[in-house]
């Protein structure tokens, strides 16, 4: 159980053009979803916590308008990363908490999207 | 933003050897996790602790909770090939759903 799912696993694009990652809990509903970006051979560092049906709240020095994010249902939050440039380049992770469990449970983490701009 | 600092960064090692790796934080945490990541793949939960001076096993897996909530360290028994990858710590203070990650121990094991 508690299967994170991401689409598209790999991303590869030209500048300037706006890129959609999907974030789906398979077999659960949840409440609150987080998205990270990895650059290579760093940490994760999180870049906004999105809530079910309404606006996302993102970390400092992480632009809104750059990054949209969008939790239309209990399953699903979207990442578009608009008019992307090179240096968005990275490997963005989403996490997912179950509905129903305390703020003290483990996320549950999808395999990640490689976002590569040529 | 805040990350937490683990120690070794790096670590070569035969197999069947044990592994012992830390993370530190200048501030306090409620809850620690340990991760795996495979390369190219999302981190893998390992370990969760919960109270201070909780220690805790899975498996060759052992972690504990530092007594002064700003510690925490993840021992592996007798390694296999498959344990390569890198670990992280995180932490989650009290009421804070956020994750702080650890900056990652490379676990790399020479034939």
């Known amino acids: 159980g508690a299967v994170v799912s991401q689409h598209p696993s790999r991303v590869i694009c030209k500048s300037g053009t706006s890129v959609k990652i999907e974030c789906r809990s398979l077999d659960f509903q949840a409440t609150t979803m987080f998205w990270y970006r990895q650059f290579p051979k760093q940490s994760l560092m999180l870049m906004a916590t999105?809530?079910?049906?309404?606006?996302?709240?993102?970390e400092q020095g992480v632009e809104k308008d750059k990054f949209l994010i969008n939790h239309a249902s209990l399953t699903l939050s979207t990442l578009t990363v608009t008019s992307a440039h090179p240096e968005d380049s990275s490997f963005y992770i989403c996490?997912?908490?179950?509905?129903?469990?305390?703020?003290?449970?483990?996320?549950?983490f999808g395999d990640g999207t490689r976002l590569s701009i040529l | 933003g805040q990350q937490l600092n683990q120690s070794p960064q790096s670590m070569f090692i035969q197999e069947g050897e044990d592994v012992s790796m830390n993370c530190t934080s200048s501030s306090i945490f409620n809850t620690w996790l340990w991760y795996k990541q495979d390369p190219g793949e999302g981190p893998v939960l390992l370990i969760a602790l919960y109270k201070a001076g909780e220690l805790t096993s899975n498996g060759r897996l052992t972690a504990q909770f530092g007594i002064t909530r700003k510690d925490s360290f993840l021992i592996i028994s007798a390694s296999i090939p498959s344990d390569v990858g890198i670990y992280f710590c995180?932490?989650?203070?009290?009421?804070?759903?956020?994750?702080?990650f650890g900056t990652g121990t490379r676990l790399t094991i020479i034939p």
């Open positions: 999105s809530n079910e049906g309404s606006k996302a709240t993102y």
């Open positions: 995180a932490g989650r203070d009290f009421g804070n759903e956020k994750l702080t």
């Open positions: 996490s997912a908490r179950r509905v129903g469990q305390g703020a003290n449970q483990p996320q549950h």
